[in-house]
């Protein structure tokens, strides 16, 4: 007992987290902890910008510098912050969940998380020498003339793509190869599902979009010609190679969110999860047909006319499976008992957020509609709806929920409520304001506006800095918790899970015995059902 | 309690569609009209956005309802019932929104092809995006501009160009935007309806001076408008 305290506690073990360590769990809190500090960078890249809009007219930044900050707050949210945050988790918990020691390969695990501090360094590093300036989606030829940082981005870029990578061959392998005894495909928690649709989507697309940085770097530096229209070369298809990445990484996104509060759902009702089944199939197929709708960002590119109406098509077709999903995990809590725990509230907040996100999506997809908004403020708020509202509210959602099992200790209750309502209201506050400015003629990556625009945007740069303020009770709660919080049990949300059927935080070796399983993740209610489905019996070959 | 359930579910659906229709003919969130696609496209905007209101509210509600009526009484440490899903529920579930986005996708088709029909003889007008500038060319007039100026009523078929890296030609009150790309000309069909001056606006980072690559559209008489064209010739 006191090995696995120590394992995680500060100043005994903390050392082994500035190290090249190939424990799953430590390599978890690497990527844990290191996405953070980058979701803090690129939320003051977006003070930075919403503190330029708070009123029209140019005030402290000019266009290049504004591009860059824009450009640089979207790359690092995306690449730094969300894709590399749900790989932590996956790393830490999909071992857990599935009843086995470590990961597939530990070693190549180490990789994948080491690669991320030097592209971060890289792509921060590029401010000194004139930082990307050219959007997060970096259209060429634009992003072929920008200066030096550029070409440091689009180095990051292949090398955060190749960590990601990685990541996604251990994780199929290991769910595939290692699950403990009697963990059937159907007995695997949501979130594992979430993880391997997420790989899926990893290993088909990443290496699409290195493909286009490589050319894109050839351009700029050997003198190619690929995405150069007057000689021969084509800048759509830096778009296709872009998006056809682009669009799957937000399912990349967002999958394991969703799996992340699949699991929190049945816990704070103390009821199954309604239609595990068609959720783990729905999140599949949002993995296959999110493969097939690329093309709906290039609407108004000048593409073949026809060509648009397949991916209208699938685009609208997503939405079923997402559908089912969300009206799922309502019949979950329905008819339930639910506790408001901070993990909850955010869970709760997710469904109420990613359905505007959701929702406004379809408006997306309906060309007619597209044509108006697309590149407008319409966007902006559609992809923050579902990557802040949704996917980072997931995130504090599991954070809050496995703090006790990561650390061995208990955040503070009031202080977590605190951060959920400053979060909630904040992340309104600011992009609802953005529909109405993009429906109203307000273009997107702008550092100016007109003066009709003036009020939405300053309530949205309100919402913005009160979102900054809110982060500051949960940066409080987890320092000062995990340091010397009061200590927790194994257990305490009594969920079913294996890794809560372990120490908190769990030894070395993740289980003092390897589980053999007998039931499913979520049969709450079930008279025989009992905390610790694990059997202590050691499985042959251990 | 079979009937208290049915009453209480179509009064909902009653008050569900009173929502939709509220939200899809009171909620003005688009600018002017100002063109034939405007007027089209608008339509199937206020559909979806009556649909998008009914299941919002019914969502939300849910959320809501359940928050509060399934809360854990204090002291309860009991699980609640091991249901596991309802097929009938789960089917419909699916196949509703599955005939939902089935029925806006044929409808967004049937305003998509409206919209996009070649006029029989329509004006033509090359947009040229630079950084940070406009130019409209008008072929066989020798004109080349930075405001554009179009006869109201007349279909126009704008021949959408860049001469360095990608732009977007936008003007919000027509209702519809097309790239302008280097080494490509794309169309784009508009026939003005109001006689007034709109935005035109750059829909595409493309570089520093992309808040500031406006300017502006008039739309007037075919007589102001050659009365314009030969001033400028």
Known sequence: MSMSTAAAAPGGGWRRYFTWNTDHKVIGVQYLVTTFGFFLIGGLLAMLVRAELAQPGPDFLNGTEFNRFLTNHGSVMLFLWIIPVLAGFGNYLVPLMIGSRDMAFPNMNALSYWLIPPAGLIMLASFFVGAAEAGWTAYAPLSIQTPVGQTLWAVSVMILGTSSLLGAVNFVTTVFTMRAEGMTFWRLPLFVWGMLATSLLVLLATPVLTAGLVLIAMDRVAGTLFFSASNGGDPILWQNMFWFYSHPAVYIMVLPAMGIVSEVYPV??????????????????????????????????GMDPRLRIPYMISSMIIAVPTGIKIFSWLATIWDGKIRFTTPMLFALGFISMFLIGGITGIFLAAIPID???????????????????????????????????????????????????????????????????????????????????????????????????????????AVVSWVSGPKAVANPWRSLTLEWQTDSPPPAENFHQLPVVTSGPYDYGQPTSVPGQAQAVPAAGD | MRE???????????????????????????????????????????????????????????????ALRFRRRAGDETDALPIHGN???ELVWTAIPAMIVVAIGFYAYQVLTEIEKPAPEPMVVEVIGR??????????????????????????????????????????????????????????LVTPTEIGTFPVRCAELCGPGHANMTTQVVVESAADFQAWLAGEQ
Not at chain 1, 273 to 286: D, E, L, N, P
Not at chain 2, 27 to 38: F, G, V
């Open chain 2, 4 to 66: 208290r359930s049915i009453f209480a579910i179509v009064i909902i659906s009653m008050l569900l569609l009173v929502v939709g229709y509220l939200a899809a003919t009171q909620l003005n969130l688009m600018p002017a009209q100002a063109s034939t696609r405007a007027v089209l496209v608008d339509q199937l905007f206020h559909v979806l956005v009556g649909t998008a209101a009914v299941v919002f509210v019914l969502v939300e509600g849910i959320l809501v309802y359940a």
């Open chain 2, 87 to 89: 097929t009938t529920l």
């Open chain 1, 268 to 301: 704070f009702s103390r009821k199954p999860i309604f239609g595990y089944k068609a959720i783990a199939m729905s999140s599949m197929a949002i993995s296959i047909l999110g493969l097939t709708v690329w093309a709906h960002h290039m609407f108004t590119s």
């Open chain 1, 371 to 477: 044509l108006h908004v697309h590149d407008t403020y319409f966007v902006v708020a559609h992809l923050h709806f579902v990557l802040f509202g949704g996917s980072v509210s997931a995130v504090y959602a599991g954070l809050y929920y496995w703090f006790p099992k990561i650390t061995g200790r208990m955040y503070d209750e009031r202080l977590g409520k605190v951060h959920f309502v400053a979060n909630f209201v904040g992340t309104n506050l600011t992009y609802l304001p953005m529909f109405l400015a993009g429906l109203l003629g307000m273009p997107r990556r702008v550092s100016d506006y007109s003066p009709e625009f003036a009020t939405l945007n300053l309530m949205a740069t309100l919402g913005a800095f009160l979102l900054g303020t809110s982060v500051l009770p949960f940066i409080y709660n």
């Open chain 2, 131 to 188: 950084q940070f500038i406009w130019q409209f060319r008008y072929p066989g007039q020798g004109v080349t501009t930075q405001e554009l100026h179009l006869p109201v009523n007349r279909p126009i078929r704008f021949e959408v160009t860049s001469g360095d890296v990608i732009h977007s030609f936008w003007v919000p009150q027509f209702r519809g935007k097309r790239d302008a790309t280097p080494g490509r000309v794309s169309e784009f």
